[in-house]
């Protein structure tokens, strides 16, 4: 029981420091800048961050969201986005305990994370990305499949199904709005979301992803944080909704069905 508590509590301080650096990939790569040099530093005034200034989660409380040199805003978005680094690796740990599942569900996590948040940086996902959540996910079939059991077509029919529809989408946009709403690169990741889940919880990720796509995007436009015109990103919600089918989804299915 401690040492379930303590796995649990060092994950999910693994999931703020990959979160915490996953933001720095966000807020560099785009702009063509490495990753590693110069060492991380406020924006406005350049000041180098001393090591207790670089915390994740802690710095941004003690320093009151804030640069110590300047006083300009740390943006708050790299702070929710270590939070929920860390809190969707807890979530897989409590619900999968130590074991294959959960060491797949984290790394599968992990890459949603980066794709959610760079996508809502950038609106575009690069290809390595959805790569490497390919291989991790054809890794989490092949295992499921082979040791517990599952049913091989469940998925390829769950790629056909959300990949398909969502390239109808895509080309219903273009043919209405004549412009790409929705990238190629959205498309492959959710044919590659719908081979992770396999059809019967792709329902669920779509649902989760569009409740709270809009909750939130309302909220931003309601807070004057955002304007009607700007895109709305896809990606970052769906990301949200796979999470929580590929967590959740067969827990909700038997309860609708055993209720
Ligand atoms: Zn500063």
């Known amino acids: 029981m401690v040492l379930t508590i303590i796995l649990g509590v060092l994950f999910t301080i693994l999931g703020f420091v990959f979160a915490s650096f996953f933001g720095v990939v966000i807020s560099r790569v785009p702009n063509g800048e490495s990753i590693v040099r110069p060492a991380s530093h406020c924006d406005s005034c350049g000041h180098t961050l001393k090591w207790y200034e670089n915390i994740p989660i802690l710095s941004f409380i003690f320093l009151r969201g804030k640069c110590k040199e300047c006083g ?18 807890c979530l897989a740990y409590v619900q999968f305990g130590l074991s294959i599942n959960f060491l797949f569900a984290s790394l599968i996590v992990l890459i949603l994370l980066l794709i959610g948040g760079y996508d809502y940086k950038t609106n575009t996902i690069l290809d390595i990305f959805w790569i490497i959540f390919l291989a991790l996910t054809i890794g989490f079939d092949v295992y499921r499949i082979v040791v517990l059991g599952y049913v091989w077509w469940h998925f390829l029919v769950g790629a056909g199904a959300l990949g398909g529809f969502f390239l109808l989408l895509k080309v219903v946009f273009y043919l209405i709005k004549k412009e790409d709403v929705l990238g190629t690169g959205d498309v492959i990741f959710m044919a590659v979301a719908g081979l992770l889940l396999g059809y019967k919880t792709i329902l669920i990720a779509v649902l989760v992803a569009s409740i709270l796509g809009c909750i939130i995007e309302l909220s931003l436009i309601a807070a004057k944080k955002k304007d009607k015109e700007s895109p709305i990103p896809f990606c970052p919600y769906l990301a949200l909704g796979v999470f929580v089918a590929m967590v959740y989804g067969e827990s909700i299915i038997n309860l609708v069905i055993g209720g």
């Not at 300009?72 to 969707?88: C, D, R, T, W």
């Open 72 to 89: 300009a805003k740390i943006p708050v978005f790299f702070f929710i986005y270590e939070i929920l680094g860390g809190l969707f690796i």
